[in-house]
């Protein structure tokens, strides 16, 4: 069960980096909020289909209204922080900030789920923390207020990762993914209807601009990454939905940190944005928390196996 989740999680931390990397590109372009309308309405035409045959509208029904108008509320603003500091911020150093996410998931998980912390769960959390102190080099005198962005984004997708694991104690796979995206659409629309005409655009500083810019018809030659942004949504709303359905929230946690060489080298590939190698050394040191956490806790699961049997 716990490598089903771990996958879930990996294919949607892939997909997220991908996701990341088109948002960046047309971060100069176009407004945030209709970016996130056009994604959101291409992904639930593709997603509602599937759900309605597969599960039927049953699988839509739920008893947690509210909690998933919260749990659409905190990925939309985490979301919305984390692509304006991206406008404003390199890809690898804007991602590595919500790194801190798993942190604070694993504090948390501890207080709101009552979830067991191991020495092994915080000493991968951790060691993944300097890893990611390294690749942002807070001292640096680049560094900027842009930065607090992306921590708004951790803390906020944090608290939607256990709201998750609660709420998917008692709800679907389906339900959970096409509410996550219809939360994005409401929110982007009304978000648009109120500043989409651009009366409040113009502003010097990048991130503010993007989340304020009017509304445009995308040029022709864009219009594959807006669908390609669409059908990644679909399918990191399923497999991060079935992720923390299946595995324990702060489990899961240090895995996120897999998201770390995948924008690294979308940013050298995409806007040569090359790692000294102090970020590196946090890579490795990012890469390595989360191998020794697998390795020690499948070594204790054996364990327990061999004194239950005997």
Partial sequence: MRLKAIFFLVVGIFCISITDAIFKSLSGSYALHELVFIRATISLALMLPVVLILNGLRSLRTSQPGLHALRGLLIVIANLAFFTGLASLPLAEASAIVFLSPVFTTLFAAIFLRELVTIVRVTAVVVGLIGMVLV??????????????PLAAAICYAAFVIVTRFIAKVEGVSGLAVYSVLAFLVSSGLIGLLVGNGSYSGNADPSIEFLLRAWQWPEF?????????????????????AAYRSGEASFLAPFEYVNLPFVLLWGLLF????????????????????????????????????SLEH
């Fill in 221 to 241: 030659s864009d219009w594959g990454f807006l669908i390609g942004i669409g059908i990644l949504s679909t399918v990191i709303a399923f497999a991060m939905a």
């Fill in 271 to 306: 806007f040569g944005e090359f790692p000294n190698r102090l970020a590196l050394m946090g890579m490795v040191l990012i890469v390595l928390g989360g191998v020794v956490m697998v390795i020690k806790e499948g070594k204790n699961r054996h364990q327990s196996k061999v």
């Fill in 136 to 149: 942002v080099q807070p001292l640096s005198p680049e560094t900027t207020m842009a930065f607090l962005w």
